[in-house]
């Protein structure tokens, strides 16, 4: 059975029938046809879950049934519209703009790898939305939901392939 977890506008993210608090994107909520990239904002609808990445030097491998892959300090995310790969994977260095993967906070310990705008990605709608850390003091992401990493090692127990996350105004 598919599964879609929803993080609703009001911070929140149901998980395991009871809502966990939650970051959404500083620029507020958007729908997916409205997104663009930089604007902070958190895209309307439901994001299939691709897989999760982790830091092996901070943290074991997650309990989950998901696909797990090992982040090492070469990763990156390109956000840039005019490369052609915009909003993938990519192995640093490159000569176009992304987002490093290996930080020095926690905010990228576990990554889950959400399916937007990426079948196949459309240029300047928005790249590398996640669910990863939240800081501690929950302050708004660039797009991405954001739990702590007790809630995230709940979700991952509870996730399965073909599962989803919703982002919902309600």
Not at 18 to 42: F, I, T, Y
Request: proline share 8%; with cysteine; net charge negative.
């Amino acid at each position: 059975m598919v599964k879609n977890f929803t993080a609703r506008a009001d911070g929140t993210l149901c998980l395991n029938e009871h809502r966990v608090r939650c970051a959404l994107g500083k620029g507020g909520l958007r729908p997916a046809s409205e997104k663009r990239e930089g604007d902070g904002a958190s895209p309307v609808g439901i994001w299939p879950i691709r897989y999760v990445f982790y830091r092996p030097d901070r943290l074991d491998r997650p309990q989950t049934a998901l696909n797990c892959v090992t982040l090492s300090p070469d990763d990156g995310w390109c956000d840039d519209p005019s490369s052609p790969a915009y909003n993938q994977h990519v192995k640093l260095p490159v000569d176009f703009s992304h987002e490093k993967l290996w930080r020095d906070d926690h905010v990228y310990d576990v990554i889950v790898v959400l399916g937007h705008n990426d079948d196949p990605p459309v240029a300047g709608l928005g790249s590398a939305i996640f669910l990863h850390l939240a800081r501690e003091d929950y302050s708004g992401t660039e797009g991405c939901v954001a739990i702590a990493m007790d809630d995230m090692r709940a979700f991952l127990a509870e996730a399965r392939p073909g599962d989803g996350i919703e982002i919902a105004p309600t």
